[in-house]
């Protein structure tokens, strides 16, 4: 039986167990997928652990991201963007680590708007500039835009993501000033709040999408509420809109397709499942 975790501190609220446990039902495999809560100051032995304790590898949430960056012995070129590892896995003993929000940000705009949503997208404007942020430029550098804009209340982090990102071939990307955010909007094929702002019990995202270009596609990472008062109001103004959820759902794909060797689908039934939950 091949066994898989998700780590973290605290780690009660984890919707991935049911993420996993859907799949090894719905795929009739003989496997488990377990939340364990380690102390930051317990990680590092807990990574050198694990393989002995029979698990495949797992995911690795909040706060641990950076410390696994840290531990592991290879890191996949995504986790070396992003600087952080959400996935773990073991190959001929070579423990390694991915980030695979990249990978969901993208295929959650890819499943709901198709393939050639970049077509008609020059400009992305990314809102935020944590470590969601990081996972969404990383993704989007692979895709053929012209330009990322990453804008934050905080001046000096979008500046960093910039100098961090910049060199690598793919959009360019520049930093933008908070107070110019309305502005800004009227360029953007593709609006990203990677913000916290608009989660249940966090203030809305203040943002005036009236001069927004009618082809504008609006996405949120946040998914507690689904639909946060973002895009509700892009919905409002008929842009096409795309939710947090997907992501979650689609990050979770290939840590199961490693630990259990059957690449998952994300499905309406499974969406539905998580949907029921928050
Ligand atoms: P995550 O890992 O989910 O990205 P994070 O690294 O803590 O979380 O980043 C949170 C993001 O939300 C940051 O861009 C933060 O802006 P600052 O860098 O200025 O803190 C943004 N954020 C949180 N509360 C905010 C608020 N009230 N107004 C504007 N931005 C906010």
């Not at 992003?82 to 070579?94: F, K, R, S, Y």
Request: charged share 20%.
């Amino acid at each position: 039986m091949t066994k898989a975790f998700v780590v973290g501190h605290p780690i009660q609220h984890s919707r991935s167990p049911l993420i996993h446990g859907y799949w090894l039902r719905h795929y009739g495999i003989e496997g488990s997928y377990e939340r364990i809560d380690v102390a930051p100051a317990d990680f590092a032995a807990f990574l050198e652990s694990f393989a002995a304790r029979g698990f495949a590898g797992g995911n690795v949430t909040i706060p641990h991201k950076e410390a696994a960056f840290a531990g592991v012995d290879r890191r996949t070129r995504r986790a070396e963007r992003v600087q952080a590892v959400n996935t773990l896995w073991i190959e001929d003993g070579v423990l390694w680590g991915d980030n695979t929000d990249v990978a969901g940000f993208v295929d959650n705009l890819d499943q709901n708007l198709g393939e050639n949503w970049v077509q008609n997208v020059d400009t992305a404007l990314l809102i935020g500039a944590g470590g969601a942020a990081r996972a969404v430029v990383a993704g989007l550098q692979d895709r053929a835009l012209r330009r990322i804009v990453v804008i934050n209340r905080t001046a000096a982090k979008a500046e960093e993501i910039v100098r961090d990102f910049a060199p690598v071939a793919g959009p360019a990307i520049v930093a933008a000033n908070w107070r110019d955010l309305d502005r800004l909007v009227i360029e953007a094929g593709l609006i990203v709040n990677s913000t916290s702002l608009g989660m249940a019990g966090q203030p809305p995202l203040e943002i005036d999408l009236t001069s927004a270009r009618r082809d504008a596609i609006v996405t949120d990472i946040v998914y507690v509420p689904l639909k946060t008062a973002l895009l509700r109001e892009a919905e409002n103004r008929s842009l096409r809109i795309v939710g947090g959820l997907g992501m979650l759902l689609h990050q979770a794909v290939p840590g199961f397709a490693r630990w259990f060797n059957v690449t998952p689908e994300v499905t309406p039934e499974l969406e539905a499942l998580i949907v029921r939950d928050i």
